[in-house]
């Protein structure tokens, strides 16, 4: 069973930068995927990056050149570079893994940390 801890949300004014972890138990199995989720108040859940086992990546357009997903395997963590927030960014961010990567459905899931921009 794969655990994912995210951690680093808060606070911050628009304009400002924060860097979300995701610590996860060992990953034994080789092609995995692991992506950034979100979701506000009131919407559905969106896809914000992703990134695969040989560190290719991918991000939803509203992210696009502030957002960078990347990932420490000596260290099992995942990472997600967010600057220049804006209000609409605040959400409650959520890391999942995909394992196998050909999954049609991520399948493991962290418990979430709350990222507010005002």
């Known amino acids: 069973h794969v655990q994912l801890v995210e951690s680093g949300g808060g606070s911050v004014q628009a304009g400002g930068s924060l860097r979300l972890s995701c610590a996860t138990s060992?990953?034994?199995?080789?092609?995995?995927?692991m992506g950034w989720f979100r979701q506000a108040p009131g919407e559905e859940r969106e896809g914000v990056a992703a990134?695969?086992?040989?560190?290719?990546?991918n991000y939803a357009d509203s992210v696009k050149g502030r957002f960078t997903i990347s990932k420490d395997n000596a260290k099992n963590t995942l990472y997600l570079q967010m600057n220049s927030l804006k209000p609409e960014d605040t959400a409650m961010y959520y890391c999942?893994?995909?394992?196998?990567?050909?999954?049609?459905?991520?399948?493991?899931w962290g418990q979430g940390t709350q990222v507010t921009v005002s």
């Open positions: 060992a990953i034994t199995y080789s092609m995995y995927c």
């Open positions: 990134i695969d086992s040989f560190g290719s990546t």
């Open positions: 999942a893994a995909k394992i196998p990567c050909w999954y049609s459905e991520y399948n493991y």
